[in-house]
């Protein structure tokens, strides 16, 4: 995950492998998600996978694992660097 220059984000969660990661303060247009072997496909995969839940946008990536973007309420594939 990166973080646009001079923004408050933050990840948590990512060293427990049984739970979503969590990122705070990630901002649409400024931030951006990167994974191994991303293509226009995964990326298609991961947005239509997209839940929101309590106002969260939690993302499943296709390894089966997942990211919660907090305060996020609508992603598109624009969110991949």
Do not use: C, K, R, W
């Not at 496909?41 to 996978?49: G, I």
């Not at 089966?64 to 991949?80: E, K, N, Q, R």
């Amino acid at each position: 995950i990166t973080f646009a220059a001079g923004s408050t984000g933050s990840l948590f969660d990512a060293d427990q492998a049984s739970q979503p990661d969590t990122v705070v303060g990630f901002s649409e247009g400024s931030n951006h998600l990167m994974f191994t072997g991303e293509n226009a496909t995964t990326e298609a995969a991961v947005v239509a996978s997209a839940q929101l839940v309590n106002g969260n946008t939690v993302l499943t990536y296709p390894d089966h694992t997942s990211i919660v973007l907090v305060g996020v309420t609508h992603v598109d594939a624009g969110i991949f660097a």
